[in-house]
């Protein structure tokens, strides 16, 4: 599973990164979601974009620490750990390829909403993979079989 969402999300940087300019926006979904294309050399929101080196060393020690983690759940953690843990694997090695690769993460969507702020954040789908990733990985911790 982690394998087919690393894919999607580098097919998604790909299409975006060939069909949408920069200061480009397509509305989607009446308007609730803006496609546009953000090229992101730090952590969350730019963190640390003037240094790129830490971004890349932190990424990929992230991203290790994640895969050894799954592979520990893949042999004793519940399905809900297992997808949650697949979800996070797949989000952090996309984002660390591109920064490997590229020296940025591709961002390519924004939730449209009131808050201009929220609005002006852009994602990409290995960040949501990540985030729900970790909802999941927490529902399993909390109601998850106490020995």
């Known amino acids: 599973m982690a394998t087919i969402l690393f894919l999607l999300d580098q097919m998604m940087k790909e299409y ?27 952590f969350a929101l730019n963190w640390c974009e003037d240094s790129p080196r830490l971004v890349e060393r932190v990424s990929l020690v992230a991203s290790v620490f994640l895969i050894v983690y799954y592979w520990f759940c893949l042999k004793r953690g519940s399905a ?4 949650g843990m697949a979800m996070q694997v797949s989000g952090a090695w ?16 924004a939730f449209q909403t009131k808050n201009e702020r929220i609005s002006k954040v852009t994602f990409n789908l290995g960040d949501m993979f990540i985030f729900v990733g970790g909802l999941l990985v927490t529902v399993a911790s909390v109601f998850g079989k106490k020995k």
């Open 94 to 109: 996309s984002n660390t390829y591109d920064r490997l690769i590229r020296g940025y993460v591709i961002d390519y969507f």
């Open 16 to 42: 975006a990164e060939g069909r949408v300019r920069l200061g480009e926006q397509h509305e989607i979904l009446n308007g609730k979601i803006v496609v546009r294309k953000v090229y992101n050399k730090g």
């Open 80 to 83: 809900i750990r297992k997808m």
